[in-house]
T-cell receptor
Framework: NAGVTQTPKFRVLKTGQSMTLLCAQD?????MYWYRQDPGMGLRLIHY???????AKGEVPDGYNVSRLKKQNFLLGLESAAPSQTSVYFC????????????FGDGTRLSIL | GQQLNQSPQSMFIQEGEDVSMNCTSS?????WLWYKQDPGEGPVLLIA?????ELTSNGRLTAQFGITRKDSFLNISASIPSDVGIYFC??????????????FGKGTKLSVKP
């Protein structure tokens, strides 16, 4: 049982490039989340999804897009990467009845030069 | 938006010492959570608190949901070297919606005393 898997684990991009981060969960969870973590900061919510085909904005959504075409996958896209998007990105998932968030991936470390 | 003030930002521990940290907010929360994060890994849930005044333990860790619903405390007793890491509090606001979105503190970094 892998839980929440994020790919890639590391990536370096040039300003203006695009890329997609993949989050996959094998627990049949309805809710999935994308957070970013910056030095000395707590996790901040970028986007989230409460089910296949639905997405919603979180606290810091600008510059990102997401898609939830399959229940088990939640994709985070950067259309035109900026240095301000250098961060560690975490995905998480849960079911509605669980009430708390306890399944996180190990993160994707993204550097934008 | 709502914010959590977590303190201290960092602290050094010596093996065997007790450790305390806390989170405060100007707003109330329905749920308080405490996580630990090791380098290169995602947060791991340590303790979840669901009602005001609740005191919950997980081994050497004890956390409390403040009676005003605006704060929470985490205590670690008899610290050991593997306790080093970053500890985050997180709160679920009443209007967080059915999605249960969380507000995270900035973390308390525990390091070993040189």
């Amino acid at each position: 049982n892998a839980g929440v898997t994020q790919t890639p684990k590391f990536r370096v991009l040039k300003t203006g490039q695009s890329m997609t981060l993949l989050c996959a969960q094998d627990m049949n969870h309805e809710y999935m989340y994308w957070y970013r973590q910056d030095p000395g900061m707590g996790l901040r919510l970028i986007h989230y999804s409460v089910g296949e085909g639905t997405t919603a904005k979180g606290e810091v959504p600008d510059g990102y897009n997401v898609s939830r075409l399959k229940k088990q996958n939640f994709l985070l896209g950067l259309e035109s990467a900026a240095p301000s998007q250098t961060s560690v990105y975490f995905c998480a998932s849960r079911n509605p009845g669980q009430g708390i968030l306890k399944h996180f991936g190990d993160g994707t470390r993204l550097s934008i030069l | 938006g709502q914010q959590l003030n977590q303190s201290p930002q960092s602290m050094f521990i010596q093996e065997g010492e007790d450790v305390s940290m806390n989170c405060t907010s100007s707003s109330i929360f329905n749920t308080w959570l405490w996580y630990k994060q090791d380098p290169g890994e995602g947060p791991v849930l340590l303790i979840a608190l669901y009602k005001a005044g609740e005191l919950t333990s997980n081994g050497r860790l004890t956390a409390q949901f403040g009676i005003t619903r605006k704060d929470s405390f985490l205590n670690i007793s008899a610290s050991i070297p593997s306790d080093v890491g970053i500890y985050f509090c997180a709160g679920q606001p009443p209007l967080g919606g059915s999605q249960g979105n969380l507000i995270f503190g900035k973390g308390t970094k525990l390091s070993v005393k040189p």
